[in-house]
Protein backbone atom coordinates (compact mmCIF):
# COMPACT_ATOMS: atom_id res chain seq x y z
CA UNK A 1 0.00 0.00 0.00
CA UNK A 2 1.47 3.42 -1.01
CA UNK A 3 1.03 5.64 1.74
CA UNK A 4 0.53 9.16 1.17
CA UNK A 5 1.34 12.01 4.04
CA UNK A 6 0.51 15.55 3.74
CA UNK A 7 1.68 18.41 5.60
CA UNK A 8 0.90 20.64 7.64
CA UNK A 9 -1.66 19.08 8.84
CA UNK A 10 -3.22 22.57 10.24
CA UNK A 11 -2.17 25.55 7.58
CA UNK A 12 -2.80 29.14 9.25
CA UNK A 13 -3.34 32.20 6.74
CA UNK A 14 -4.88 35.57 6.25
CA UNK A 15 -7.70 36.04 3.39
CA UNK A 16 -5.86 37.13 0.05
CA UNK A 17 -2.49 34.90 1.47
CA UNK A 18 -0.61 32.49 -0.11
CA UNK A 19 -1.51 28.46 0.89
CA UNK A 20 1.20 25.87 -0.01
CA UNK A 21 0.11 22.00 0.54
CA UNK A 22 2.89 19.36 0.84
CA UNK A 23 1.84 15.64 -0.01
CA UNK A 24 4.90 12.68 0.09
CA UNK A 25 3.85 9.35 -1.44
CA UNK A 26 5.70 6.80 -0.03
CA UNK A 27 7.13 5.37 -3.40
CA UNK A 28 7.12 7.20 -6.77
CA UNK A 29 3.39 7.20 -8.02
CA UNK A 30 4.65 9.40 -11.36
CA UNK A 31 2.00 12.16 -11.71
CA UNK A 32 -0.38 9.59 -10.90
CA UNK A 33 -2.02 12.06 -8.02
CA UNK A 34 -5.42 13.74 -7.45
CA UNK A 35 -6.12 16.79 -5.15
CA UNK A 36 -9.91 17.20 -3.38
CA UNK A 37 -11.23 19.69 -1.27
CA UNK A 38 -13.33 19.23 1.56
CA UNK A 39 -15.95 21.20 3.57
CA UNK A 40 -17.88 20.27 6.23
CA UNK A 41 -20.96 18.39 5.69
CA UNK A 42 -19.96 18.06 1.98
CA UNK A 43 -18.67 15.37 -0.18
CA UNK A 44 -14.84 15.81 -1.66
CA UNK A 45 -14.72 17.92 -4.64
CA UNK A 46 -11.91 17.19 -7.69
CA UNK A 47 -9.52 19.63 -7.96
CA UNK A 48 -6.51 18.82 -9.54
CA UNK A 49 -5.90 15.34 -10.98
CA UNK A 50 -2.64 14.12 -13.15
CA UNK A 51 -0.64 16.51 -10.51
CA UNK A 52 -1.37 19.77 -12.48
CA UNK A 53 -4.32 19.25 -14.51
CA UNK A 54 -7.27 21.62 -12.96
CA UNK A 55 -10.89 19.81 -12.83
CA UNK A 56 -13.74 21.32 -14.86
CA UNK A 57 -14.87 24.95 -13.02
CA UNK A 58 -11.82 24.83 -10.72
CA UNK A 59 -10.35 28.39 -10.40
CA UNK A 60 -6.49 29.11 -12.00
CA UNK A 61 -5.97 30.12 -8.16
CA UNK A 62 -5.91 26.53 -7.48
CA UNK A 63 -2.56 24.53 -8.92
CA UNK A 64 -0.92 21.55 -8.72
CA UNK A 65 2.99 20.45 -9.18
CA UNK A 66 5.44 17.74 -8.55
CA UNK A 67 6.26 14.39 -9.18
CA UNK A 68 7.28 11.28 -8.20
CA UNK A 69 6.99 11.19 -4.19
CA UNK A 70 6.83 15.32 -3.60
CA UNK A 71 3.55 17.07 -4.91
CA UNK A 72 2.26 20.78 -4.00
CA UNK A 73 -0.79 22.31 -4.15
CA UNK A 74 -0.89 26.48 -4.13
CA UNK A 75 -3.87 27.95 -3.95
CA UNK A 76 -2.46 32.04 -4.95
CA UNK A 77 -5.24 34.21 -2.78
CA UNK A 78 -6.77 32.27 -0.54
CA UNK A 79 -10.92 33.50 -0.87
CA UNK A 80 -13.03 33.09 1.95
CA UNK A 81 -14.37 29.80 0.16
CA UNK A 82 -11.43 28.42 0.19
CA UNK A 83 -10.76 27.68 3.77
CA UNK A 84 -11.21 23.77 4.32
CA UNK A 85 -9.69 20.51 3.98
CA UNK A 86 -7.57 19.53 1.52
CA UNK A 87 -6.56 15.77 0.57
CA UNK A 88 -4.36 14.39 -1.80
CA UNK A 89 -4.82 11.13 -3.51
CA UNK A 90 -3.02 8.36 -5.31
CA UNK A 91 -3.65 6.13 -8.27
CA UNK A 92 -0.19 5.26 -9.46
CA UNK A 93 -1.27 1.89 -7.74
CA UNK A 94 -4.97 -0.04 -7.96
CA UNK A 95 -4.94 0.07 -4.28
CA UNK A 96 -5.77 4.15 -4.52
CA UNK A 97 -4.90 5.86 -0.86
CA UNK A 98 -5.47 9.31 0.63
CA UNK A 99 -3.77 11.16 2.97
CA UNK A 100 -4.98 12.22 6.16
CA UNK A 101 -5.61 15.77 5.19
CA UNK A 102 -4.49 19.14 5.24
CA UNK A 103 -6.72 21.60 6.89
CA UNK A 104 -6.75 25.50 5.76
CA UNK A 105 -7.92 27.99 8.56
CA UNK A 106 -8.34 31.60 8.51
CA UNK A 107 -5.26 32.86 10.32
CA UNK B 1 -24.12 17.43 -15.08
CA UNK B 2 -23.85 14.12 -13.84
CA UNK B 3 -25.00 13.82 -10.00
CA UNK B 4 -24.94 10.94 -7.40
CA UNK B 5 -27.86 10.12 -5.37
CA UNK B 6 -27.55 7.46 -2.51
CA UNK B 7 -29.27 6.02 0.06
CA UNK B 8 -29.47 3.27 2.43
CA UNK B 9 -30.10 1.85 6.42
CA UNK B 10 -28.04 4.33 8.69
CA UNK B 11 -28.09 2.32 11.50
CA UNK B 12 -27.18 -1.30 12.30
CA UNK B 13 -26.51 -3.51 14.89
CA UNK B 14 -22.83 -5.68 14.78
CA UNK B 15 -23.18 -8.73 12.74
CA UNK B 16 -25.65 -7.17 10.04
CA UNK B 17 -24.59 -6.47 6.24
CA UNK B 18 -25.05 -2.82 5.19
CA UNK B 19 -26.54 -2.04 2.27
CA UNK B 20 -26.23 1.43 -0.14
CA UNK B 21 -27.54 2.30 -3.07
CA UNK B 22 -26.20 5.01 -5.29
CA UNK B 23 -28.41 6.67 -8.63
CA UNK B 24 -26.95 8.15 -11.62
CA UNK B 25 -28.77 11.38 -12.61
CA UNK B 26 -27.92 13.68 -15.78
CA UNK B 27 -26.26 10.61 -17.23
CA UNK B 28 -25.42 6.91 -16.86
CA UNK B 29 -22.63 4.98 -15.50
CA UNK B 30 -21.72 3.25 -18.92
CA UNK B 31 -18.22 3.32 -19.53
CA UNK B 32 -17.18 4.45 -16.51
CA UNK B 33 -15.64 2.95 -13.10
CA UNK B 34 -18.20 2.80 -10.05
CA UNK B 35 -16.74 3.31 -7.17
CA UNK B 36 -17.46 3.26 -2.74
CA UNK B 37 -15.42 5.38 -0.54
CA UNK B 38 -15.90 6.16 3.11
CA UNK B 39 -14.31 8.04 6.02
CA UNK B 40 -14.41 8.15 9.05
CA UNK B 41 -12.62 10.16 11.96
CA UNK B 42 -9.90 7.46 12.50
CA UNK B 43 -8.80 6.03 9.17
CA UNK B 44 -9.60 8.96 7.35
CA UNK B 45 -10.65 8.40 3.71
CA UNK B 46 -10.68 5.01 2.88
CA UNK B 47 -11.51 3.76 -0.66
CA UNK B 48 -13.60 0.27 -0.62
CA UNK B 49 -13.93 -1.04 -4.03
CA UNK B 50 -14.91 -0.50 -7.91
CA UNK B 51 -16.89 -2.30 -10.06
CA UNK B 52 -16.35 -1.18 -14.16
CA UNK B 53 -19.35 -0.84 -16.47
CA UNK B 54 -18.73 -4.81 -17.82
CA UNK B 55 -18.68 -6.23 -13.75
CA UNK B 56 -14.59 -6.53 -12.97
CA UNK B 57 -14.54 -5.38 -9.97
CA UNK B 58 -11.74 -4.70 -7.50
CA UNK B 59 -11.57 -4.32 -3.59
CA UNK B 60 -9.89 -3.21 -1.06
CA UNK B 61 -7.48 -6.28 0.52
CA UNK B 62 -8.57 -4.65 4.50
CA UNK B 63 -12.73 -5.25 3.33
CA UNK B 64 -12.21 -8.14 0.48
CA UNK B 65 -13.86 -10.68 2.87
CA UNK B 66 -16.61 -8.98 3.56
CA UNK B 67 -18.01 -6.80 0.50
CA UNK B 68 -19.94 -6.58 -2.61
CA UNK B 69 -20.34 -4.05 -5.26
CA UNK B 70 -22.45 -4.40 -8.21
CA UNK B 71 -24.20 -2.33 -10.84
CA UNK B 72 -27.72 -2.55 -12.49
CA UNK B 73 -26.76 -0.60 -15.63
CA UNK B 74 -30.45 -0.66 -16.74
CA UNK B 75 -31.05 1.35 -13.39
CA UNK B 76 -28.42 3.11 -13.49
CA UNK B 77 -27.59 2.10 -9.58
CA UNK B 78 -24.50 0.84 -7.96
CA UNK B 79 -25.16 -1.26 -4.86
CA UNK B 80 -22.70 -1.59 -1.94
CA UNK B 81 -23.01 -4.71 0.63
CA UNK B 82 -20.61 -5.09 3.76
CA UNK B 83 -21.25 -8.09 5.67
CA UNK B 84 -20.89 -8.21 9.59
CA UNK B 85 -20.18 -4.85 10.54
CA UNK B 86 -18.86 -3.78 13.18
CA UNK B 87 -18.29 -0.65 15.40
CA UNK B 88 -15.03 -0.20 13.18
CA UNK B 89 -17.44 -0.21 9.81
CA UNK B 90 -19.18 3.39 11.01
CA UNK B 91 -18.46 5.94 9.00
CA UNK B 92 -19.90 8.52 5.92
CA UNK B 93 -19.62 6.20 3.17
CA UNK B 94 -19.88 7.77 -0.69
CA UNK B 95 -20.23 6.16 -4.07
CA UNK B 96 -18.06 7.99 -6.88
CA UNK B 97 -17.32 8.20 -10.59
CA UNK B 98 -13.72 7.04 -11.11
CA UNK B 99 -12.08 8.83 -14.13
CA UNK B 100 -10.15 6.17 -16.18
CA UNK B 101 -6.62 7.57 -17.74
CA UNK B 102 -6.61 5.78 -21.38
CA UNK B 103 -5.57 2.49 -21.15
CA UNK B 104 -5.76 1.91 -17.41
CA UNK B 105 -7.37 -1.18 -15.77
CA UNK B 106 -8.63 0.91 -12.79
CA UNK B 107 -9.60 4.37 -12.71
CA UNK B 108 -7.84 6.92 -11.39
CA UNK B 109 -9.72 10.19 -9.68
CA UNK B 110 -12.97 10.32 -8.85
CA UNK B 111 -15.55 12.96 -9.60
CA UNK B 112 -18.70 13.32 -9.44
CA UNK B 113 -18.79 12.49 -5.86
CA UNK B 114 -22.78 11.56 -4.13
CA UNK B 115 -23.89 13.43 -1.07
CA UNK B 116 -22.71 10.56 1.77
CA UNK B 117 -24.50 8.25 3.50
CA UNK B 118 -23.69 8.54 7.43
CA UNK B 119 -23.81 4.53 8.89
CA UNK B 120 -23.68 4.08 12.20
CA UNK B 121 -23.12 0.09 13.99
CA UNK B 122 -24.05 0.39 17.21
CA UNK B 123 -25.31 -2.33 19.81
Known amino acids: EIVMTQSPVTLSESPGGRATLSCRASQSISSNIAWYQQKPGQAPRLLIYDASTRATGIPARFSGSGSGTEFTLTISSLQSEDFAVYYCQQYSNWLRTFGQGTTVEIK | QVQLQQWGAGLLKPSETLSLTCAVH????????CNWIRQSPGKGLEWIGE???????KYNTSLRSRVTISLDTSKGQLSLRLSSVTAADTAIYYC?????????????????WGQGSLVTVSS
Open chain 2, 96 to 112: AIGRRPAGWYWSGWFDP
Open chain 2, 26 to 33: GGSFNGHF
Open chain 2, 51 to 57: ISHRGTT
